[in-house]
Structures are given as structure tokens and as C-alpha cells.
């Protein structure tokens, strides 16, 4: 999917085309489950607004497909704790990102980025 400067380049290039077609040829477009193509209209609308230098707040709230985020994880049958793909994005984590586990009976589980321990005393 092409982003910033490049985005709106490839825009500015299809000005005749249809904006299925622009949104296609930008690579905002995924496979279905019976194998049709979906336009991923809103992400390619909020790529090019952000390209323009407009971010719309609360965007970042949102899950796979628009839904909103519920803040709520479940163990899973292997008993692990899964919590997403959203919000390791909104989290900007990345892969290989390392973590402290810190139990407590008032807070719960807290997981602290490696290296960050020292700056433990501005806690919330």
C-alpha cells in the first residue's frame, strides 16, 4: 500500500481513473474469503488525508475492519494471552520487542519494555 508522497503521486498520476481504480492501483484492495477482491476504501481515504497533512483523531482506536478495540483478552485454549495485532500497532510495538512481566494483586499483569525498569518510579 503506498503511503505519504508516493501515494499521492500515484493519485495525481490516475486523476481520470475511478477512485476504485485509484484505490486498486495504490494497493488498498484485499482477497475475500471466496477468493473476490474488497477496496479498502477508508484505509486508502486515511492514507491519502494523512499524506495531505490531515490526521483525524480516534483512527487509531480501531481494529481490523473498523471495528473498535474492546480492551478486553482472553486466554486462549493453549493458555496463552493473545491481544492482537491492533494493539501491538497502536502500541507501535515491533517484533523481537522484549518485555518484563510484573504480577500484582492491585494492578494485575503489567508488562514493562525491557531497559525501561529504571524509569519504574512515574508510574501512573
Known amino acids: 500500500m503506498l503511503t505519504g508522497a508516493d501515494l499521492l503521486a500515484q493519485v495525481k498520476a490516475l486523476s481520470d481513473a475511478s477512485k476504485g481504480e485509484m484505490a486498486k492501483a495504490c494497493g488498498y484492495v484485499s482477497t475475500k474469503k471466496d ?4 477496496i479498502n476504501f477508508t484505509d486508502f481515504y486515511l492514507a491519502l488525508l494523512e499524506a495531505k497533512g490531515l ?18 483478552a482472553v486466554v486462549q485454549g493453549n493458555g496463552n494471552l493473545l491481544i492482537g495485532k491492533a494493539y501491538t500497532q497502536l502500541l507501535d510495538l515491533q517484533v523481537g520487542d522484549e518485555f518484563t512481566i510484573k504480577l500484582s494483586k492491585k494492578k494485575g499483569v503489567t508488562l514493562v519494555p525491557m531497559g525501561a525498569e529504571d524509569e519504574e518510579g512515574e508510574e501512573e
Open 55 to 72: 490526521e483525524l483523531g480516534g483512527s487509531e482506536k480501531m481494529g481490523k475492519g473498523g471495528r473498535k478495540l474492546s480492551y478486553k
Open 35 to 38: 477468493g473476490g477482491e474488497r
